[in-house]
């Protein structure tokens, strides 16, 4: 399941939270964990490019007619796992896509009833998977593609058995030496116990996890109701512990098994899900867990606000995860074309996994259009960093990242309910004059642009672009907030900053704290798009205006913590000669601003 994948329902809404925490493992008859299976060429690491492919728990999950006709859950049969495994080979092997995700459920019937071996394992639902895991993944990996799997973190209650279940190849262990005494509970639904890593049974445990599934042929594990994060904190829910144990398991295996975690994980140990693992999903379900598999506001329009902060996080080797694509077909999918295609724009730009949740049987053409466009899949595949806003995170938005030649990835967006015009002014990519421009989602240059390219977009739309500079580097003045020369009011105060470019800046920007820059200098008068550099751990408004004119409300994109500086540009209109720049915290909290940069010309 997802960010609430093992839980019938996304955390979010608490719904089948009893079902949850009744959940527990549950496996059929498998081969010995040490059964040996061949193992497919891998990539020279691991993650070096987010990966790509198709996961089932968005189907399993929905209440789109006919999906699960058994009940829910039901749709997750060895059955329908080969339909679709098929389907990726035919449709999007090709495009690199290549994992096949089986998600919660795969060891429990209908009525949620687990199964697990001996040594306290999950074990394959007789009658959703009658060959058991390992013939799956062995069909998978048939087709040129690899097979992935799913368990919830800790040790589930069912599993437990009393504390008589003996731990596979660890001799005088039982599931009683692996928790703590006080059975305390764990993970995002409190389904299992806490694994207690002080005691030396309770590796074992894992490694004979992962033993199994390399014994089966998994290529891909995703770990879920990971805390910190999965909607809990503090000790009971902090499993960096098993995350660092599973990876150490993973590794004796020998075998290269990609370890995803889930779900909202917590930034605060962005440091520790590196270490650890291969990616990390940073926010809640993408379902809506309704009668389509998504909607625009539940929770697709959630991402533009909650990724900015993690933009830095990713890299070869981790990624930061934004959940299901699923933008293949219209009519279960849920979204207007504008809004797949923004989808779909936003995932490969923030370079997240793009593994589909649709059912690959019935994509329509314009979905299919979506998944195998070469021009967007490679800036998702690229060299390039992932990209974030060069705006504010205002409902029309510009996103940017420079690429390894010079060019420039910029979409554009328009994240309101009617149709709006949006612009990416040049100056705001650091340059000034002409530039190259290609549409890449229509496959079309649009020649050579002067200071901007501006776009009419419907509610909820976007453009991707490839913009290659033809004009000058801009000339920018500097001014930093902690100057003398400016004006501070009400509660703002100068504060050092290890990360601002003068080791200093000024917060305490809130319930009418002001900023005022004084004397900038300009040469003409005109529209200057400034940059102003900040520091904010969660996205803040602050209502910013020039001279005597009225302040505009700007909502700043989180910079991940407050010890990172990040940057957007503002249009102002500024007259010639000397003038202020205001920023109001009016009754708010507004991020603390380290210094802006005002181009030389406008």
Not at 70 to 92: C, F, R
Not at 524 to 548: F, L
């Amino acid at each position: 399941m997802r960010s609430s994948s093992y839980s019938a329902m996304p955390a979010r809404t608490l719904r089948a939270l009893v079902v949850l925490a009744l959940a527990a493992g549950a496996v059929a008859a498998v081969p010995t964990a040490h059964a040996e299976t061949t193992v497919p060429s891998a990539p020279a690491a691991l993650a070096a490019k987010p990966y790509m492919g198709w996961s089932s728990w968005s189907m399993q999950s929905s209440k789109y007619p006919g999906l699960n006709p058994d009940g829910d859950y039901s749709y997750l049969t060895e059955a329908n796992v080969a339909k679709q495994t098929d389907a990726l080979a035919a449709k999007l092997k090709k495009y690199g896509y290549e994992y096949v995700n089986i998600d919660a459920g795969w060891w429990r019937d209908n009525g949620w009833k687990p199964e697990y071996d001996e040594y306290g394992r999950q074990k394959a639902d007789p009658k959703r998977f009658p060959d058991g895991m390992k013939p799956v993944a062995d069909r998978i990996h048939s087709k040129g593609l690899k097979a992935g799997i799913y368990l919830p973190a800790g040790l589930e209650k069912e599993a437990y058995n009393d504390g008589r279940s003996p731990i596979w190849n660890a001799e005088g262990c039982t599931t009683a030496d692996i928790v703590y005494g006080d059975l305390r509970t764990t993970n995002g639904w409190d389904s299992s116990y806490k694994l207690d890593f002080s005691r030396p049974c309770t590796q074992k445990y894992i490694d004979s996890q992962a033993q199994l599934i390399a014994g089966w042929g998994y290529d891909f594990l995703k770990l879920d109701g990971v805390g910190p994060g999965s909607g809990k904190s503090g000790d009971q829910y902090d499993n960096v512990a098993d995350v660092a144990a599973w990876n150490k398991a993973i590794a004796a295996t020998g075998r290269p098994i990609h370890l995803e975690l889930s779900w909202s994980l917590d930034i605060g140990h962005a440091a520790d899900w590196k270490k650890y693992s291969n990616g990390w999903r940073i926010d809640t379900d993408v379902e809506c867990y309704c009668n389509t598999l998504v909607s625009w506001e539940n929770s697709v329009d959630d991402r533009w606000d909650d990724t900015p902060g993690w933009t830095r996080q990713a890299g070869p080797g981790g990624w930061n995860d934004l959940d299901s694509l699923d933008v293949g077909s219209g009519e279960m999918d849920g979204l207007t074309k504008a809004e797949r295609q923004s989808y779909a724009t936003l995932w490969a730009i923030a370079k997240s996994p793009l593994f589909t949740g649709d059912d690959l049987t019935r994509l329509d053409s314009y979905g299919l259009s979506l998944l195998t466009n070469k021009e967007v899949i490679a800036v998702d595949q690229g060299d390039s960093p992932p990209a974030r806003p060069i705006t504010p995170s205002d409902p029309q938005q510009v996103w940017a990242a420079k690429n390894p030649d010079g060019s420039y990835t910029v979409a554009l967006f328009n994240l309101a309910g009617k149709p709006a015009a949006v612009s990416a002014p040049w100056a705001s990519l650091g340059f000034t004059g002409k530039a190259a421009v290609r549409d890449l989602w229509n496959h079309e240059s649009l020649g050579t642009l002067k200071d901007k390219v501006t776009e009419a977009l419907p509610a909820h739309g976007s453009r991707l672009f490839t913009v290659t500079p033809r004009g000058q580097a801009l000339d920018f003045t500097g001014y930093e907030a902690e100057s003398s020369a400016n004006t501070l009011a009400g509660n703002a105060t100068v504060a050092d900053c290890a990360a601002c470019s003068g080791a200093k800046k000024v917060g305490n920007l809130y319930l009418g704290g002001k900023l005022t820059f004084n004397d900038i200098s300009v040469p003409k008068a005109g529209t200057y798009q400034v940059k102003i550099a900040y520091v904010s751990g969660d996205a803040r408004s602050v209502a910013v205006s020039a001279n005597d004119g009225g302040g505009t409300d700007h909502k700043f994109p989180s910079t991940g913590d407050w010890g990172t500086a990040e940057t957007v540009s503002i249009p102002l209109t500024l007259e010639a000669g000397s003038n202020t720049i205001t920023f109001d915290s009016g009754s708010g909290y507004a991020p603390d601003i380290d210094r802006i940069d005002v181009p030389k010309s406008s």
